[in-house]
Nanobody, 128 residues
């Protein structure tokens, strides 16, 4: 059974940076695309970024493009989200997720398709 555990959330200031991590425990991590998602208070969960199995293809939501960077280290079974130039509207619970199959690419992950495993989330609060 696969478990995803996020960390790195906390309080950040507008214009500042935070780095989130998501460690995968269990089955093979390196063969799957991965994604980051977030849910702001009172809003639906939205996609943030996705990455393919070897870190060569990335997709971003327009709201974070140019500020956030997704990356992964398959030796450490970890996917990261580097968040720069933070804005108060980046506040929310951030989740990582893994799709149901290795054939699900990052273009589907960013569209919230075929996602099977979710972490418990890590809270990011950005003050103005």
């Amino acid at each position: 059974q696969v478990e995803l555990v996020e960390s790195g959330g906390g309080l950040g200031q507008a214009g500042g940076s935070l780095r989130l991590s998501c460690v995968s425990f269990g089955r093979t991590f390196s063969s799957y695309s991965m994604g980051w998602f977030r849910q702001a208070p009172g809003k639906e969960r939205e996609s943030v970024a996705s990455i393919d199995w070897n870190g060569e293809i990335e997709y971003y939501a327009d709201s974070v493009k140019g500020r956030f960077t997704i990356s992964r280290d398959n030796f450490k079974n970890t996917v990261y989200l580097q968040m720069n130039s933070l804005k108060p509207e980046d506040t929310g619970v951030y989740y990582c997720a893994r799709p149901s199959s290795v054939v699900v690419g990052p273009e589907d992950v960013i569209r919230n398709r075929d996602l099977e495993v979710w972490g418990q989330g890590t809270l990011v609060t950005v003050s103005s």
